[in-house]
């Protein structure tokens, strides 16, 4: 069975870090790109960041541009979002997402063959 399990989430301090998991069982992440997505309450889905499967290039949304940062350990078979400087609206659910694709990576849902259940993010004092 093909899955994505994402770990990590929790309640931190604004300024605060949290690592996120997104581990996959099944299949091979090496042939995909993964992205992160956040939802928070009321809102839509959001694109967070991406990394393509055959250079290791990523993106960012740029409200998360220089606090974030998204890695791969293909031996592993696991992508990791470094989360910093957390800020209260970053609290979300955030989900990691497959596509299979050969060069880069989308920021559209839609594209995304494969997603975790989610892991919640709460940024508060």
């Known amino acids: 069975q093909l899955q994505l399990v994402e770990s990590g989430g929790g309640l931190v301090q604004p300024g605060g870090s949290l690592r996120l998991s997104c581990a996959a069982s099944?299949?091979?992440?090496?042939?995909?790109?993964i992205g992160w997505f956040r939802q928070a309450p009321g809102k839509e889905r959001d694109w967070v960041s991406c990394?393509?499967?055959?250079?290791?290039?990523?993106r960012y949304v740029d409200s998360v541009k220089g606090r974030f940062t998204i890695s791969r350990d293909n031996a592993k078979n696991t992508v990791y979002l470094q989360m910093n400087s957390l800020k209260p609206e970053d609290t979300a659910v955030y989900y990691c997402?497959?596509?299979?694709?050969?060069?880069?990576?989308?920021?559209?849902?839609?594209?995304?063959?494969?997603w975790g259940q989610g892991t919640q993010v709460t940024v508060s004092s």
């Open positions: 997402a497959a596509d299979r694709v050969n060069y880069g990576c989308s920021g559209l849902a839609n594209e995304y063959d494969y």
């Open positions: 099944g299949f091979t992440l090496d042939y995909y790109a």
């Open positions: 990394i393509s499967s055959s250079d290791g290039r990523t």
